[in-house]
């Protein structure tokens, strides 16, 4: 009997990190992201298309912002250092272990083998070009590559529809790019929406987009708005004392749907798949026989315990056996197959149809955070693959076969913290939108001309709408990093503007300094922010 489709949704996204430091914050999240996260998990779904025929129903969201660094040269030629480096490190723990501690030493060399697999990986199977290797995968029919607002700004509080286009559009022009064709299927940043914002994304030639729960289902923001997640969720400084809530509506994460009177759909985030995944309480990461990220060994940082138990103090983790952990990954994968089933198979029964589950989750929570993560998830795809109940789409393949039949007025909201803006707007963070507004005003007049030092103007506006900054800010995660990395973009930005209206006479030399530390978006157009006739025309 069939159940139904399955989508997952992988948000990739890591803030702009060039040239802004390794250690502790800066281009180590990258690195540290694409050793053990992307590399990864793109290896697995080249596994899993030498045996699957057609979809593996991945839908993965790659940043614009972050694909201009998975592309750079500086990135990645940082990356090898570091990578060369944790090689080193396992070689010299496999060393150090050797006839010491029989668990240690194989420990060690699990991790030495992995990261010379990953090297050969990058350097050999993929020629040292990721976005290559996802760009074949969505070619060969495997996956869909959806892409996000430029540099992930919180478009719902940047209050100027010149700046929200300018985000959106200068996205899907990177991503065309990047990937060689246009998207169908684009991640609105932090899942942020505001009534309107489709029309955007329609203009854009988007044809779906995702939100969270609470604003198709209505009711109370739950799951990851009430900050009970694992990993790269930090407890945030903002209380969830009174999480949104909305009427309860008819609508149903098991659909799409068109957006008010648009022809772009949304489809919500299955909550029960979410929570099975990233909950604090019950997720399959809390696993005791998992690898426990937050204790590393005192002399070369890798990892040799394991969660053991969620309560139990990191002085009293029991030692990793990566053997005992693959047991559990198979286990997992399988009680995660039975649960879409379930979700699926009552969706069906209420409804008499088939419905979709999109399970929707951060990207960097597979591998990085969650060791085990990228074998599970080939796991639960390979399960799904083969099981005839069940067919593995992706989100534009969803809405082009099966065009909505229903259509809804979706409210604002977002998944951060309490369903709403507050994680971006807060009384730590209130000073940040005036500053970005009073750029955007001055934009209006000075990207209304398509020369070198109004594309760089333009980058810097857009580096400075990123919304890691507030998040930085609020979580605590790293906010001294993330205030200074804010006034730096502001104080070019302002440099260079001031160097366009003052008839500066080293503006080129200006232009090329400012270049060589922020260099995304090559085919950058600033004519798509101002009101100038030819930005009309270009978006005919």
Request: contains cysteine; proline residues 5%.
């Amino acid at each position: 009997m069939r159940s139904g489709n399955v989508c997952f949704v992988l948000h990739t996204h890591l803030p702009y990190c060039r040239l802004a430091g390794r250690w502790p914050h800066g281009e180590e999240w990258f690195h540290e992201a694409m050793l053990e996260c992307y590399l990864p998990l793109v290896r697995a779904f080249r596994r899993l298309a030498g045996q699957v025929d057609g979809s593996l129903g991945v839908t993965i969201n790659v940043t614009p912002i972050l694909a201009e660094q998975m592309r750079d040269a500086v990135m990645l030629d940082h990356f090898r250092e570091y990578l060369a480096d944790r090689i080193e490190r396992a070689e010299g723990d496999v060393v150090r272990f050797a006839g010491a501690s029989a668990n240690r030493a194989a420990t060690a060399l699990f991790h030495r083998d992995r990261y010379h697999a990953i090297r050969a990986f990058f350097e050999d199977e993929i020629q040292g070009d990721l976005v290559a290797a996802l760009r074949a995968l969505e070619d060969s029919g495997h996956i869909e590559v959806a892409t996000c607002a430029a540099t992930h700004g919180y478009l719902p509080l940047l209050d100027d529809p010149a700046a929200v286009r300018f985000q959106v559009q200068t996205g899907v022009e990177s991503h065309i790019r990047n990937f060689g064709r246009a998207p169908r299927s684009f991640w609105l940043p932090e899942c942020a929406y505001e009534p309107g914002l489709e029309e955007y994304l329609e203009e854009a030639g988007i044809k779906v987009f995702f939100v969270e729960t609470h604003l198709v289902e209505g009711g109370r923001a739950r799951g990851k708005a009430l900050g009970e997640v694992v990993g790269l969720y930090p407890e945030l400084r903002v209380p969830v004392a009174a999480p949104m809530e909305l009427p309860v509506s008819s609508g149903t994460t098991f659909r799409a749907y068109h957006v008010g009177h648009s022809n772009v759909s949304a489809i919500a985030r299955n909550e029960r798949t979410g929570l099975q995944v990233w909950s604090a309480s019950h997720g399959y990461p809390g696993e005791a026989r998992y690898r426990e990220f937050h204790k590393k060994e005192g002399t070369s940082g890798l990892h040799y315990w394991r969660v053991t138990g969620p309560e139990v103090d990191l002085g009293e983790k029991e030692e990793y056996d990566p053997r005992a952990a693959a047991e559990s990954v198979s286990w997992h994968a399988d009680h995660f197959r039975d649960l879409i089933r379930f979700e699926l198979d009552a969706f069906r029964r209420g409804a008499g149809e088939d419905g979709i589950v999109l399970a929707s989750y951060d990207t960097e929570l597979f591998g990085h955070w969650w060791l085990e993560g990228v074998d599970w998830l080939e796991g639960v795809i390979r399960r799904l693959a083969i099981d005839p109940a069940f067919r593995l789409v992706t989100a534009g393949e969803f809405v082009t076969k099966e065009p909505p039949t229903h259509a809804i007025d979706l409210p604002e909201g977002s998944w951060g913290n309490g369903g709403d803006h507050r994680t971006w707007l807060n009384d730590g963070t209130a000073w940040t939108w005036p500053e970005i507004q009073s750029r955007q005003a001055r934009a209006h007049r000075l990207l209304a001309e398509d020369t070198a030092a109004a594309r760089q103007l333009g980058r810097e506006l857009l580096l400075l709408q990123s919304s890691d900054w507030q998040f930085l800010m609020t979580t605590g995660q790293a906010h001294d990093y993330a205030v200074e990395r804010f006034w730096s973009h502001a104080e070019r930005f302002d440099r260079l503007a001031d160097a366009i209206e003052g008839g500066y006479p080293a503006l080129d030399a200006m232009v090329e300094e400012l270049f060589e530390l922020d260099d995304p978006f090559p085919g950058i157009d600033p004519l798509l922010y101002s009101d100038h006739p030819a930005a009309a025309g270009a978006r005919a």
